[in-house]
Structures are given as structure tokens and as C-alpha cells.
């Protein structure tokens, strides 16, 4: 079980008045509450943590200290492999080619993507997602054409032009 002193729960307090993240401040509070003697449960109810994480908290703590608690590693929410340009770029080799008649299948673009930005994913799905925000579509040919009349309707249609 990792231990706060009550001397580190009022450094905590001191580092939480200048704390500007939300996130953060509330990682700070829990392990300041947690110092000051409160339990899990009763931390998680103040601050809308999982008991279990405010546990995770102040081992995060004593391992690192207040900067464990306050860097933020996340990355942002721009996940694109390609800028717009780059992206206008690689999509006009296949808009070329169905211009001209060829049939274009997701894995072909896949693999494509995969060498551009030079990952190999796993799904499909970030093909699909990229080729969504770019205004693509599937389109399949049909197996017969949907106006086609059923064989009867052919065959009485023969009878009928033969006499």
C-alpha cells in the first residue's frame, strides 16, 4: 500500500492552486484527500474516480512524484497520416484509373496507404475512414441489370414477336 504523509498532501494542495488543467488538478486532489487519510471509496465519490484508480494515482505518486500526476502524454486528436495536399495527391493516381474503366477495391487503395505513409494496419477500417473524408464512396457493379425482365416474361415476349 503506498503511503502519503500529510506533509506531502499540503505540498499537494500548494501545487493544485497553480494547476490550470482540470485534469490534473482533479489527479492532484485525490492524492492530496488520499494523504490527508480519506478513503478510496470516499475520494472516488468526491471526485468521480474509480476507487481502484485512485489507488493506481498514488502509486503514480510515490513512483514520480507531483509530475507524474500533472504531464498529460496525450497526443491531441489529429490521428491523419497525410496532410490534405498529400492526401489529393495520392487519391488522384486511383481517380485516374477509374476514370479510365478500372475496377479500384479497398485492399489495392490499402496497400497504397500502407507503403504512403509507410504503417501497415491491421483493418481496413482506417482506409475506409480516410476515403469517407475525402468524399469516396462504393460503388459495385450489379450482377444483371435491375430493369431486366424475369425468363417467362423473355420467353412469352419470343412467342410473341415470332408470329
Known amino acids: 500500500m503506498y503511503r502519503i504523509s500529510a506533509e506531502e498532501a499540503k505540498r499537494i494542495r500548494e501545487e493544485m492552486e497553480e494547476v490550470k488543467n482540470v485534469s490534473a488538478y ?12 480519506k478513503d478510496n471509496t470516499v475520494i472516488a465519490e468526491v471526485t468521480g474516480f474509480h476507487p481502484d484508480w485512485v489507488g ?24 491523419r497520416n497525410m496532410s490534405e495536399i498529400e492526401a489529393e495527391e495520392f487519391l488522384s493516381k486511383f481517380e485516374e484509373q477509374a476514370k479510365n ?6 485492399e489495392t487503395i490499402a496497400k497504397a496507404y ?8 491491421k483493418s481496413l477500417s482506417t482506409v475506409y475512414y480516410f476515403l469517407h ?22 420467353e412469352a415476349s419470343k412467342k410473341l414477336t415470332l408470329n
Open 26 to 37: 482533479k489527479r492532484l486532489q485525490a492524492v492530496a484527500l488520499r494523504g490527508e487519510g
Open 133 to 154: 473524408n475525402h468524399g469516396w464512396r462504393m460503388v459495385t457493379p450489379r450482377k444483371q441489370h435491375p430493369g431486366k425482365a424475369s425468363d417467362e416474361e423473355i
Open 114 to 121: 500502407d507503403e504512403a505513409v509507410g504503417k501497415t494496419h
Open 56 to 79: 493506481k494515482l498514488s502509486k503514480i505518486f510515490c513512483n514520480e512524484g507531483i509530475e507524474g500526476l500533472v504531464k498529460d502524454e496525450r497526443k491531441g486528436g489529429n490521428n
Open 101 to 106: 474503366g478500372q475496377v479500384i477495391t479497398v
